[in-house]
């Protein structure tokens, strides 16, 4: 199985938001000590480039993102600092889903770890997120022939509201988004499924709710990828989170997307999307998990 990382991990960020870059570093250390991949093994692929950020993000846009022209209030909404090195880090994970779409397409299954941002809407940054690098992957994959349906597969305790908007027309992506209904954001965008969760939710409702959105999408829609944002911040003590699944929980989500798909026969492009627990190695413990359960997925495709 290929794993892609995008990290360039020397930014500035405003106080107290280490643990945006902490955990990718501690994920990195867990994934080589486990065996699951060599040094070597774990792949940088280059950015995105400008025609395949320009098939989702406007071109006026991303000409700002590029030059640092946002206003106070744009950088409120996204609430990271701009800098060149922020952008640089936004452009390779763009590059790296990219990567592990057209890696899983060849293969079955692959990992970036890291992506996942999807609160990026067509023409403005929001929630952590410069650029909605799923959007962009099945944009590319799409545009490529390398498959005509994707399905966005959204697992993380969030809605994805700018995917929501960015595929509200587009007949050849589904976006699938299970969230809990008070998580941010707390304006919603319309996805093609949205499959919404009381606070508080547990392990059992979640997988049973879950169980029915797949059976929808593969009825309604029978992809032929799947981007799947396996989300950290659906753990009981995610410090972002409203959903108390416990981590045995999380493993049955993992492994009941991919049972799903390897049965379909659908590729699977596993990006880790959030993760804010209170203790970081939580988020850290809960990421390496995906990551195990995900080669195992690739040895029954």
Same mark, same amino acid.
């Given at each position: 199985?290929?794993?892609? %990382? !995008?990290? =360039?991990?020397?930014?500035?960020?405003?106080?107290? %938001?280490?643990?945006?870059?902490?955990?990718?570093?501690?994920?990195?250390?867990?994934?080589?000590?486990?065996?699951? #991949?060599?040094?070597?093994?774990?792949?940088?692929?280059? %950015?995105?480039?400008?025609?395949?950020?320009?098939?989702?993000?406007?071109?006026?846009?991303?000409? *700002?993102?590029?030059? +640092?022209?946002?206003?106070?209030?744009?950088?409120?909404?996204?609430?990271?600092?701009w800098s060149p090195q922020i952008i640089e880090r936004a452009l390779r994970s763009a590059g790296a889903t990219i990567a592990a779409c057209r890696s899983a397409i060849r293969e079955g299954v692959a990992l970036h770890l890291g992506g996942g941002t999807h609160h990026a809407f *067509? +023409?403005?940054?929001?929630?952590? !997120?410069?650029?909605?690098? !799923?959007? =962009? #992957?099945?944009?590319?994959? =799409?545009?490529?022939?390398?498959?005509?349906?994707?399905l966005i597969l959204d697992c993380d305790v969030h809605q994805g509201d700018g995917t929501a908007a960015i595929f509200r027309d587009d007949a050849d992506v589904f976006s699938l988004s299970i969230h809990g209904r008070s998580s941010y954001p707390y304006r919603k965008e319309?996805?093609?499924?949205? =499959?919404?969760?009381?606070?508080?939710?547990?392990? $059992?409702?979640?997988?049973?709710?879950?169980? %029915?959105?797949?059976? @929808?999408?593969?009825? +309604?829609?029978?992809?032929?990828? @799947?981007?799947?944002? $396996? +989300? $950290?911040?659906?753990?009981a003590d995610d410090r972002f989170g409203c959903l108390a699944l416990s981590k045995e929980g999380i493993a049955l989500r993992d492994r009941l997307v991919f049972n799903v798909f390897a049965k379909a026969r659908t590729p699977v492009a596993v990006t880790l999307a959030g993760g804010y627990a209170a203790n970081i190695m939580d988020s850290v413990d809960i990421h390496l998990q995906t990551a195990r359960l995900a080669m195992e997925f690739q040895t029954h495709t």
């Open positions: 199985m290929k794993i892609f %990382q !995008c990290d =360039i991990l020397n930014f500035p960020l405003h106080q107290g %938001q280490s643990f945006l870059v902490t955990k990718y570093e501690l994920l990195s250390e867990k994934i080589l000590a486990s065996g699951l #991949a060599t040094p070597d093994e774990l792949l940088s692929p280059p %950015q995105a480039t400008l025609g395949e950020i320009t098939r989702v993000h406007d071109p006026e846009y991303v000409d *700002r993102l590029l030059k +640092g022209a946002f206003s106070a209030r744009e950088i409120r909404d996204v609430g990271l600092p *067509r +023409g403005r940054a929001k929630g952590f !997120c410069w650029l909605n690098d !799923c959007a =962009i #992957a099945a944009r590319a994959m =799409i545009a490529e022939g390398l498959v005509r349906k994707v319309p996805s093609d499924l949205d =499959i919404v969760l009381p606070a508080g939710s547990g392990d $059992a409702s979640y997988l049973e709710a879950l169980e %029915q959105g797949l059976t @929808v999408a593969l009825k +309604g829609f029978n992809p032929e990828l @799947v981007i799947y944002l $396996a +989300g $950290a911040d659906v753990y």
